[in-house]
């Protein structure tokens, strides 16, 4: 595993290396997520007077129901994962292409007409970004709560983590949409 508290290990204190590695993807995670959420239903509206809002409302039932059948699938997966690489850095590797992808994309209706292929477009990328989500948040906690089994190590984890959280939330959500 990752802590060896024995000879060799980190002897009860969590190398600063080690946190900012594991921290450093949640800033940007969470600056994606929360402009997607706090944008993307305006975003369609505006630019898209014609969209379904039925359409857009049943993807986004569609898409919290996927979410609860999958996020229990997927940390069993990672539970279960055996490779070189660890049972959690596969999915946290490929989240990394995933997530952005599937940003950038939703981002793009330009490749469908208005109206019912806006909305389409729309469900379909918001379910993506609840996998996104999956395949990313699920394996990145389960990996954090293996960095150390030191309990006040532990909360400097998940306070760290908080703080980069909140301070991805508030670029996603007042910084970029400044820039563009």
């Known amino acids: 595993g990752l802590c060896r508290c024995s000879a060799g290990g980190h002897r009860g204190r969590l190398p ?4 900012l590695l594991w ?14 959420y706090g944008y993307m239903h305006k975003f369609y509206m505006d630019d898209y007077p014609k969209a379904s809002l039925g359409i857009i409302a049943f993807s986004s039932v569609l898409s919290v129901l996927v979410d609860a059948f999958t996020d229990p699938k997927m940390a069993t997966w ?26 950038v994309l939703s981002w793009s209706p ?8 806006a909305s389409l ?16 948040s699920i394996p990145h906690a389960a ?14 984890v998940w306070r760290t983590k908080e703080v980069v959280a909140n301070l991805g ?3 996603g959500m007042a910084v970029v949409p ?3």
Not at 16 to 19: H, P, V
Not at 25 to 35: A, D, H, S
Not at 81 to 87: A, M, N, V
Not at 110 to 117: E, R
């Open 16 to 19: 600063l290396a080690s946190l």
């Open 143 to 156: 990996y954090g709560a293996s960095l150390t089994p030191i309990y006040k190590e532990r909360t400097v």
């Open 178 to 180: 400044f820039l563009f």
């Open 78 to 103: 990672t539970d279960n994962l055996r490779s070189k690489y660890g049972r959690r850095r596969p999915f946290i590797f490929a989240s990394a292409f995933f997530a952005p992808a599937v940003f």
């Open 23 to 36: 921290v450093s993807p949640v800033f940007g995670f969470f600056g994606l997520k929360y402009m997607k």
């Open 121 to 136: 477009w729309y469900g379909f990328f918001h379910i993506m970004s609840k996998l996104a989500d999956t395949m990313y």
């Open 110 to 117: 330009a490749f469908v007409p208005s109206g019912v292929g």
């Open 169 to 171: 939330v508030l670029f």
